[in-house]
């Protein structure tokens, strides 16, 4: 069975940084598209930032993050990471990686990110 387990989150100012990991046990790992997703309180889950297999990796970010987020992958180390820069309010929620594409794996704990002054 699949485990993931995500990391990093945190109280952060705006403005500030954080980087996010997940690591992914059970499953081939480097097959798959992989995506960070999140939900904000009272909010559905979103798609926010999804990389590619194979070499290169492209990327795809939703408007909200684009500029600021970058996602990455460690295929060796069946790791994904997220690194935020110039977080904002809007981007409090609490943060999952999954696979891209249906069927996705059961949802790990996530990771809470709270942004505040």
């Known amino acids: 069975q699949v485990q993931v387990v995500e990391a990093g989150g945190g109280l952060v100012q705006p403005g500030g940084s954080l980087r996010l990991s997940c690591a992914v046990s059970g499953s081939i790992f480097r097959i798959y598209a992989m995506s960070w997703y999140r939900q904000a309180s009272g909010k559905q889950r979103e798609l926010i930032a999804t990389?590619?297999?194979?070499?290169?990796?492209?990327?795809h970010y939703a408007n909200s993050v684009k500029g600021r987020f970058t996602i990455s992958r460690d295929d060796a180390k069946e790791a994904v990471y997220l690194q935020m820069n110039s977080l904002q309010f809007e981007d409090t929620a609490v943060y999952y990686c999954n696979r891209y594409r249906q069927p996705l794996w059961n949802w790990g704990q996530g990771t809470q990110v709270t942004v505040s002054s």
């Open positions: 990389i590619f297999g194979g070499s290169g990796g492209t990327t």
